[in-house]
């Protein structure tokens, strides 16, 4: 399977500021998705990075929030923007070859807000 | 939308025991439903998953059942070993359609394997 690579692994970040996340992919793929993960719970996706257009967000997750790009299809990032405590959480990219594949993960970004 | 409840929550067996955790769904689209093993520190493994197509896959001392009747799956672990010890999730998503690849995942079971 591909490997997946998530930068930073973790971060502590002030009120109000942002972080960008990043995820790298050593094979071309079609799909790439964003998952959060708060802590000690399951995960809820929050949107779908589309290579070339906007990205598809879940309900409750805005872009003005959490802007992605999608350049090529190897990368995407993830930026949470106005960072508040509730954002603490890890963020974690995965990719699949196409809808009807397996999806495999990265190994996330945990992120806490002081 | 797509509602996957799983239980139990929490798992503790005795090295060499089985352990079986069970996932229901409720959208009759979804039809593709993996398990995931979390380590602490890490990303979900894929350890496997199962089609609406089949009833049953194996994978060494891991198997996932499914009954598309009643909208639930199983995870049957073997022989369990201390490193089997982890959080696991079941999730499901249609395969096809705007839904496609989309995974709902369920609550997550922390599974303990005493030596």
Same mark, same amino acid.
């Given at each position: ?25 050593? /094979?071309?793929? +079609? ?11 399951? #995960?809820?996706?929050? *949107?779908? @990075? ?25 990368? /995407?990032?993830? +930026? ?11 963020? #974690?990219?995965?990719? *699949?070859? @196409? ?16 | ?115």
């Amino acid at each position: 399977s591909a490997v997946i690579s998530q930068k930073p692994s973790r971060d502590i970040c002030q009120r109000g500021t942002s972080l960008t996340i990043q995820c790298q992919v050593d /094979s071309q793929v +079609t799909m790439m998705f964003w998952y959060r993960q708060q802590p000690g719970q399951s #995960l809820t996706l929050i *949107a779908t @990075a589309n290579q070339g257009s906007e990205a598809t967000y879940e309900s409750g997750f805005v872009i003005d929030k959490f802007p992605i790009s999608r350049p090529n299809l190897t990368f /995407s990032t993830l +930026t949470v923007s106005n960072l508040s405590p509730e954002d603490s959480s890890i963020y #974690l990219c995965s990719v *699949a070859g @196409a809808s009807n594949q397996p999806q495999h993960f990265g190994d996330g970004t945990r992120l806490s807000i002081l | 939308g797509e509602n996957v409840e799983q239980h139990p929550s929490t798992l503790s067996v005795q090295e060499g025991d089985s352990a079986v955790i069970k996932c229901t769904y409720s959208d009759s689209a979804s039809n593709y439903f993996p398990w995931y093993k979390q380590e602490l520190g890490k990303g979900p493994q894929l350890i496997i998953d199962i089609r609406s197509n089949v009833g049953e896959k194996k994978d060494q001392r891991i198997a996932v059942t499914l009954n598309k009747t009643a909208k639930h799956f199983s995870l049957h672990i073997t022989e369990t070993q201390p490193e089997d010890s982890a959080v696991y999730f079941c999730a499901a998503s249609p395969l096809a359609g705007n839904q496609g690849g989309k995974l709902i995942f369920g609550q997550g079971t922390e599974l303990s394997v005493k030596p």
